[in-house]
């Protein structure tokens, strides 16, 4: 099966950066959607990012548009989401996950239904972000 590794996680001060990174291993990832989710203690979990297996279609959570921006490079199996003027409440556990394009885990209308993540079938075991002073 699909197995997802995210990196790139960390300590940062308000208004810095990290990239994140998913990496695939057994299976090639241009197959597949990668969603980014996260989830603060205390908190369910939300939708932050996906993009489509092609990477022509990105979607982004209104909390994060404008500062994250998600890529892929499908020549090194791996996903990106560069964070940037990032916040406190940016703090949480990233999780990466891989869905199927067929189950259309990257449209619009699911990314803001709310149950973007029934549609992904992969998930990593998430790296930890802190924002913090």
């Known amino acids: 099966q699909l197995q997802l590794v995210e990196s790139g996680g960390g300590l940062v001060q308000p208004g810095g950066s990290l990239r994140l990174s998913c990496a695939a291993s057994r299976f090639t990832l241009d197959y597949y959607a990668i969603g980014w989710f996260r989830q603060a203690p205390g908190k369910g979990r939300e939708t932050v990012s996906c993009?489509?297996?092609?990477?022509?279609?990105?979607n982004y959570a209104d909390s994060v548009k404008g500062r994250f921006t998600i890529s892929r490079d499908n020549a090194k199996n791996t996903v990106y989401l560069q964070m940037n003027s990032l916040k406190p409440e940016d703090t949480a556990t990233y999780y990466c996950?891989?869905?199927?394009?067929?189950?259309?885990?990257?449209?619009?209308?699911?990314?803001?239904?709310?149950?973007?993540?029934?549609?992904?079938?992969?998930w990593g075991q998430g790296t930890q972000v802190t924002v913090s002073s």
């Open positions: 993009i489509s297996s092609s990477g022509g279609i990105t």
């Open positions: 996950a891989a869905g199927q394009p067929s189950r259309g885990p990257c449209r619009i209308q699911t990314f803001y239904s709310g149950s973007l993540a029934l549609l992904y079938d992969y």
